[in-house]
């Protein structure tokens, strides 16, 4: 059996720590928040494999909060931080950054964030083999 955490673009705006404050995008707090967000639920999926998906590149149309989550440095960032977070836990991680992030992949959406039937097919043959080559994740 396989866990496999999938986060969302919504990451990639500020977060709250527990007593209210900011903790801003990319900074030591959000890393600190968001890690503690995961502890608090990843090790609860039980499975015995357990893999983090890095954030996937977005081809919204442009606007105030699509911008954002089309920003391929906040993308990275935080993709970048989801890794250190497998690493440090021993978890496989499923490198959807790399997977969504190359010219034509836009072409896996019908909308710039939805995957169309076909593009999730094509995903999921880029990523199965990751799965196999870090089978020994826990």
Not at 3 to 30: H, K, R
Not at 48 to 56: E, F, K, L, Q, S
Not at 109 to 119: C, E, N, Q, S
Request: proline fraction near 6%.
């Amino acid at each position: 059996d396989v866990g496999i955490v999938v986060g969302t673009s919504t990451w990639q705006f500020d977060l709250l720590d527990d007593d209210g404050s900011v903790a801003p995008f990319g900074s030591p707090e959000y890393k600190e928040v968001l890690f503690a967000a995961l502890d608090d639920h990843v090790p609860g999926l039980g499975a015995p494999r357990i893999y983090v998906a890095t954030n996937p590149c977005t081809y919204l149309p442009p606007g105030a909060i699509n911008d954002v989550k089309n920003d391929r440095g906040r993308t990275q960032t935080l993709s970048a931080l989801l890794r250190e977070y497998a690493r440090e836990r021993g978890y496989g991680v499923l490198d959807l950054t790399a997977a969504t992030c190359s010219t034509g992949d836009e072409e896996l959406f019908f909308d710039g964030l939805h995957l169309t039937k076909a593009g999730a097919l094509r995903l999921w043959d880029r990523l199965l083999p990751q799965i196999d080559r870090e089978g020994s994740a826990k």
